[in-house]
């Protein structure tokens, strides 16, 4: 009946000269150098199930594994055969329903959730451990009103509603400045959003 659709999709990439930004001291000052650090593989696979149960009624869900190593390396790189990729958590996953109904002959009401999950992952490329992020899950929510004529629709929503304090990019200069900063991604919001078609 197509209500179910299911996604497999696996890969295995083989890099030679991967390039990585990375930061050296130079004249006194940092450079930011983009450097061919060596041969890396990549392989993992992604899974997709979108399910429609019911009418108005939809479920969707992801599950991502990545498993990325570099296998050899120029002299020069400023990483290790140890060292892991910048911004690549080995697990993600991610969930997401929504239910439509009718709200008598004014419109249509969707109320809908979502999750998301991510593993451990490094912010730089010398996987310094006060700039990673552990495991974070992240949910969110929204209520929407559409008009019959779908002219016009009104969205409430929340982001980040657990207030997760995650780490989205990281500075590494430590052997230089002393110092190593984080940005941090928004804690939580509320907003209001309304849309109308001209």
């Given at each position: 009946g197509r209500r179910l659709v299911a996604n497999l999709a696996a890969f295995h990439n083989r890099y030679k000269d991967i390039q990585l930004t990375s930061l050296r001291p130079a004249a006194g000052i940092l450079a930011v150098v983009t450097e061919n650090a060596?041969?890396?593989?990549?392989?993992?696979?992604?899974?997709?199930?979108?399910?429609?149960?019911?009418?108005?009624?939809?479920?969707?869900g992801g599950l991502g594994y990545i498993d990325a190593e570099y296998t050899s390396l120029n002299p020069l790189a400023t990483v290790t055969l140890d060292t892991s990729f910048v911004k690549t958590p080995e697990w993600s996953a991610n969930a997401a329903a929504q239910y439509s109904f009718a709200a008598g002959a004014a419109g249509t009401l969707t109320i809908g959730a979502d999750l998301s999950y991510r593993s451990k992952y490094y912010n730089d490329?010398?996987?310094?451990?006060?700039?990673?992020?552990?495991?974070v899950t992240i949910a969110?929510?929204?209520?929407?009103?559409?008009?019959?004529?779908?002219?016009?629709?009104?969205?409430?929503?929340?982001?980040?509603?657990?207030?997760?304090?995650?780490?989205?990019?990281?500075?590494n200069g430590l052997t230089s400045f002393g110092a190593a900063s984080a940005t941090f991604a928004p804690p939580r919001e509320w907003g209001l959003t309304v849309r109308v078609k001209l």
């Open positions: 060596g041969k890396a593989d990549v392989s993992g696979f992604e899974l997709e199930l979108v399910a429609q149960p019911a009418d108005g009624f939809l479920l969707r490329t010398t996987n310094l451990e006060i700039l990673a992020q552990g495991d969110g929510a929204f209520l929407r009103f559409q008009s019959a004529s779908e002219r016009w629709e009104v969205t409430a929503f929340g982001t980040n509603l657990g207030d997760e304090r995650y780490i989205v990019n990281g500075f």
